[in-house]
């Protein structure tokens, strides 16, 4: 589809809250009073008569922005889909922390309005590829916009995991996994298991080993170009069930001793509006504080 073919709005709402639901009817009403065209989710059903809806790759391979209503969750659920389709992201506050948000109940009308006369800086984010390798087959691919995560996953027993960068060794992480994010999840999962925080206009992946049992382990980080793979090292036989990749949270695999998870910088980027210039520290201090 061109460009020209597409709506100016698709809305979303994933979060089933009261907050979400009002904010995503407000919006809507007020697009139909403006003669704005747009489409809303699926699953995101309005009280409103005389709206278009569509699947969730639909609505981002038809609209020019994504209006995602909601928190950060639901910016990573909808990321994937705006990645793929080149849809520009932008977030409607209505959860809880807002990293990945611009716009609240005060100023979206000022951001929608910027939108249209394209009043805004396009942000390119890096986002991750994974997959998921046993013996010489791909078993699964997935793409994130936070972080891929090799975890145990339930009982409370030590694993070994093995990380090479390139083909060479960098280390063996005995604990409980090994984390890999991008910058924009660098104010994430990775914060909570001693990452560095980085702006998320850079190009890096980074890695931190997850409560491991060894006094030298420290998070690395590396280029977007480089290939990760991580290894899941023979260990007991409870591996099968205690292991597991997830991606942003939200999707996930089972893996088996020997399984190797592959994770790159992805093709895709996802593109977001800036509508009001924000201090990335300042913004930090105020949401984590």
Known sequence: MNESDRRPFGLVFFAKNQRCAQLCNEVARWMQNERIPFFVDESSVLDLVEVDYLPTHSLASQ?????????????????????????????????????????????????????????????????????????????????ALNEAV???????????????VNGSLVDEYPGDGILISTPTGSTGYSLSAGGPLIQPEHDLLLMS?????????????????????????????????????TLDGQEGYHLEAG????????????????????????TLRSKID
Not at 92 to 106: P, R, V
Not at 216 to 228: E, G, T
Request: hydrophobic share 45%; charged share 25%.
């Open 63 to 143: 609209s020019q922005y994504i209006i995602v209503i909601g928190g950060d969750g639901s910016i990573l659920r909808a990321s994937r889909y705006c990645a793929r389709y080149g849809s520009i992201l932008v977030g409607l506050h209505g959860g809880t922390k807002g990293f990945l948000t611009q716009l609240d109940d005060k100023n979206w009308k000022q951001g929608f309005y910027r939108l249209l006369e394209g009043n805004f800086r396009l942000q390119k984010r890096l986002m991750l590829s994974a997959q998921v390798l046993r013996g010489n087959s791909v078993l699964k691919k997935f793409i």
């Open 150 to 164: 090799i975890k145990v996953s339930s009982i409370s027993r030590i694993m070994n995991f093995r990380l090479e």
């Open 209 to 245: 080993p997850i409560c491991t049992h060894r006094f030298k382990a420290r998070p690395c980080i590396f280029r977007s170009a480089d290939v990760l793979m991580v290894e899941v090292l023979p260990h007991s036989p409870w591996v099968a069930s205690e292991v597991a990749l």
């Open 259 to 282: 399984d190797r998870v592959r994770v790159v910088s992805s093709r895709y980027k996802v593109k977001m509006a800036v509508l009001f210039e924000q201090d990335f520290f300042g």
